[in-house]
């Protein structure tokens, strides 16, 4: 049947009213531990007061202006970025898919003006995610993404994940770049091994390629570092960010060094809405909050904490955890032989909001405010939920 929302998700039968910090309630007053965070978008929390009260002060002000005028906000949050980051330059967007988007046309550009007109295709890592566009569903390749979206953009080689010597393989002269989450969220929170990460650096180098990290979902902050790929000491020519960026308000980033973004000149690319005052508002708001000095070392710590215990509850119920994944506070935990979409279902109706991912995980992604209070009642409730389930049989 159709419905007026066009009914391309299979929705959860709740409807959230209201948000506080690290929890949301729904219609009946029911209270939910968000360690979902909206896919990892609300790393402030709901309602944090100070994006409430940047995005009320803008709103009296100025929402919108087009981007043929200056946006001094816009100005300010890329020198941030560029400040605490690889990059020199960046171009704001709305959204994950516009991010990537940018990015690849900056790797073909940049080729083209080198001289070197027919390096366009990238290589990615199979089991990856890069927004909903024809680009990058053609460049995560997977079936369920793609299927009767033919023809497809072409230029992407997609090889099995982590596999350093496939990438190797698959470059050739047409090769202008390598594009990777360094862990990946939908794929089932599988960091790439630090080994890789530099591996992959080296081919860029040796070949002459950019490298560019999707960083859209394990970035700003998340990891305890602005950005994931910073554990790993190298550093890329191009990063998607967006999810965290704007903590809730739709924002996204490409981030470039110099040299990676020489062919983005006048009039190659743009976007009406992105960098908006409004945005930029709220961006530069989040950025007040995650560059307070004790932001980035407190979400480390948190993380740490949250993989504890997410090990010592494997210890617990080996027979329903395989494996604890993940880096920080994006962690996941791989449910063998239990439906993941039953089981997650099963923690929401107990208060504990988690996500789906790939391969048999349950995900989380909690804000970055998260306390240790919070992580002690997640835990409380998944082992309620493991131990009903060995009783009583495992959600279906
Ligand atoms: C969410 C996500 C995207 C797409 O972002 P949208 O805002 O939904 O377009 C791309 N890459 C990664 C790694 C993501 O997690």
């Known amino acids: 049947m159709i419905t007026p929302l066009l009914p391309t ?49 803008q709103a009296h002000k100025l929402w919108h202006t087009a981007n043929t005028y200056r946006i001094p906000l816009g100005e300010k949050l890329a020198q941030r970025l560029v400040d605490n980051s690889f990059a020199d330059t960046v171009f704001f967007t709305n959204s994950g898919a516009e991010a990537i988007e940018c990015a690849i046309k900056m790797v073909r550009k940049y080729h083209y003006d080198k001289g070197n007109k027919g390096k366009h295709r990238l290589i990615t890592m199979s089991s990856a995610f890069h927004g909903r566009t024809l680009a990058g569903i053609a460049a995560a390749g997977q079936e369920k993404l793609v299927k009767g979206f033919d023809p497809l953009p072409g230029g992407f080689d997609v090889v099995p994940f982590g596999d350093i010597e496939a990438v190797k393989a698959a470059i050739g002269p047409e090769t202008g770049g390598i594009m990777v989450e360094p862990i990946q969220g939908e794929g089932g929170i599988r960091p790439v091994p630090v080994d890789v990460m530099r591996a992959l650096r080296d081919l860029c180098d040796e070949n002459g390629l950019l490298l560019v990290f999707d960083e859209i979902q394990c970035g700003m902050g998340r990891t305890g570092k602005l950005f994931a790929h910073e554990w790993s000491d190298i550093t890329p020519d191009i990063v998607t960010s967006a999810k965290g960026i704007g903590g809730g308000f739709p924002l996204g980033a490409c981030l470039a060094t110099e ?16 960098g908006n005052p409004l945005g930029m508002a709220v961006g530069n708001a989040v950025m007040d909050e995650m560059l307070k000095p004790e932001f980035l070392p407190r979400v480390k710590q948190m993380g740490d904490l949250l ?50 991912a790939g391969d048999m995980v349950v995900r989380m992604l909690p804000p970055l405010i998260v306390e240790e209070s919070h992580i002690d009642e997640a835990m409380e409730i998944y082992d309620a939920a493991f131990e009903d389930w060995r009783k009583n049989g495992i959600p279906s």
């Open 259 to 274: 040299d990676a973004a020489s062919g983005m000149t006048v009039g190659t690319h743009g976007s009406t809405y992105g």
């Open 9 to 57: 998700y299979a929705r959860v039968p709740i409807a959230f009213e209201r948000g506080e910090g690290m929890y949301l309630f729904d219609e009946n007053g029911k209270k939910y531990l968000d360690f979902y965070a909206g896919i990892g978008v609300m790393c402030l929390g709901h309602c944090h007061p100070t994006l409430v009260n940047a995005l009320c002060d």
């Open 307 to 356: 993989q504890g215990r997410l090990a010592a509850l494997q210890q617990r119920h080996g027979d329903f955890i395989q494996e604890v994944r993940g880096m920080g506070l994006m962690a996941g935990i791989r449910l063998p032989d239990v439906p993941t979409k039953a089981a997650t279902l099963d923690f929401t109706e107990r208060g504990l909001l988690p996500a789906v």
